[in-house]
C-alpha cells in the first residue's frame, strides 16, 4: 500500500549534477530496501543503487561508484540520489522501487512498489 513519487530529474550538461528524490505515501520506508533503476530508449532496465532502511547500507552498479551517492531522510520518507559528474550515458528514464524480501538487489521483479520514473538527460 505504498505510492512512491520521483522528482528531480532534467536536462544537464556532461559534467554537471543532479539529485532525484524519492518519497513514499502510505506507508514509512522502515524494514524496506530502496533501490534506484534506469531504463535507457531501447534499452533493458538497468540496476543503480539500493540501500537497506534498516542498517542504512548502500550497494552500487559499477558504473556509478564515486559518482552517485544514495542516502535517506527518515523525518521526510525519502530516498535521495546524488548524481555527480553524469555522463551521456547516464541518459535514461531513473525509477525508484521499494520492497521487503529481496534476495538480489538487481532483480527487478522481486521489489514490490515501483514509481512513476523521472527523466534524466545529459548532453555532450
Known amino acids: 500500500q505504498v505510492q512512491l513519487v520521483e522528482s528531480g530529474g532534467g536536462l544537464v550538461q556532461a559534467g554537471g549534477s543532479l539529485r532525484l528524490s524519492c518519497t513514499a505515501s502510505?506507508?514509512?520506508?522502515?524494514?524496506?530496501?530502496v533501490g534506484w533503476f534506469r531504463q535507457a530508449p531501447g534499452k533493458e532496465r538497468e540496476f543503480v543503487t539500493a540501500i537497506s532502511w534498516f542498517v542504512s547500507r548502500t550497494y552500487y552498479v559499477d558504473s556509478v561508484k564515486g559518482r552517485f551517492t544514495i542516502s535517506r531522510d527518515n523525518a521526510k520518507n525519502t530516498v535521495y540520489l546524488q548524481m555527480n559528474n553524469l555522463k551521456p550515458e547516464d541518459t535514461a528514464v531513473y525509477y525508484c522501487?521499494?520492497?521487503?524480501?529481496?534476495?538480489?538487489?538487481?532483480?527487478?521483479?522481486?521489489?514490490?512498489?515501483w514509481g512513476q520514473g523521472t527523466q534524466v538527460t545529459v548532453s555532450t
Open positions: 522501487a521499494a520492497g521487503v524480501n529481496i534476495e538480489t538487489l538487481d532483480r527487478g521483479y522481486e521489489y514490490d512498489y
Open positions: 502510505g506507508r514509512t520506508f522502515s524494514r524496506y530496501f
